[in-house]
């Protein structure tokens, strides 16, 4: 059981736009940043969004994240089927002292 | 452009203690200003963080609760990499074990930027 909760799958069409939600508490979103990752198989995970909202050189800007209070939400539009991956949210928890992730969200591009 | 390089055994058996190594290269694991962690993905717990290791004038490990009597991750400054050991290990520890750098200003406002490549370690007589 994950600390952060995530929906397990999202799928759209190519060309479409999806959001990935994340929520949380008071402990780890809402008073810490998130940041998002992509985890393809066979391949090292890549940082997509820091600072809640802030992509890294090279990720292009068709990856969005915002926050609102104890909830973070990644958008992802210009589908691709390079993007069929697992995506991740994390933060960190002061109550826990730990970093904790969401349970991963399967996208499916059709 | 720093880089990540794991080693290690795959396979360990019920029981015994599971060792990984991350080589960094670009960086150094006594700088100030990152924390050098290991974190692992399964299909059942998806990404769980383990523990990490930095140097703020000495030495700090930090450690999850739910692995915290059985872990050891530890700096080798004269091979700039750091490890994990993992003792006792049960099936439930088969996943995907990856190092990454955790950067930023602190105050919960870090990230975890790059990652290695990943060791599937499975736990298996």
């Known amino acids: 059981q994950s600390v952060l909760t995530q929906p397990p799958s999202v799928s759209a069409a190519p060309g479409q736009k999806v959001t990935i939600s994340c929520s949380g508490s008071s402990s780890n979103i809402g008073n810490s940043f998130v940041s998002w990752y992509q985890l393809l198989p066979g391949t090292a995970p890549k940082l997509l969004i820091y600072d809640n909202n802030k992509r890294p050189s090279g990720i292009p800007d068709r990856f969005s994240g915002s926050k609102s209070g104890t909830s973070a939400t990644l958008g992802i539009t210009g589908l691709q089927t390079g993007d069929e991956a697992e995506y991740y949210c994390g933060t960190w928890d002061s109550s826990l002292s730990a970093w904790v992730f969401g349970g991963g969200t399967k996208l499916t591009v059709l | 452009q720093v880089q990540l390089q794991q080693s290690g055994l795959g396979l360990v058996k019920p029981s015994q203690t599971l060792s990984l190594t991350c080589a960094i290269s670009?960086?150094?694991?006594?700088?100030?200003?990152?924390?050098w962690n290991w974190i692992r993905q399964s299909p059942s717990r998806g990404l769980e963080w383990l523990g990490r290791t930095y140097y703020r004038s000495k030495w700090y490990n930090e450690y999850a609760v739910s692995v915290k009597s059985r872990i050891m991750i530890n700096p080798d400054t004269s091979k700039n990499q750091f490890s994990l050991q993992l003792n006792s290990v049960t099936p439930e520890d088969t996943a995907v074990y990856y190092c990454?750098?955790?950067?930023?200003?602190?105050?919960?406002?870090?990230?975890?930027?790059?990652w290695g490549q990943g060791t599937l370690v499975t736990v298996s007589s």
């Open positions: 670009g960086d150094s694991v006594s700088t100030n200003s990152a924390a």
């Open positions: 990454t750098r955790e950067i930023g200003p602190g105050n919960g406002r870090n990230w975890f930027d790059p």
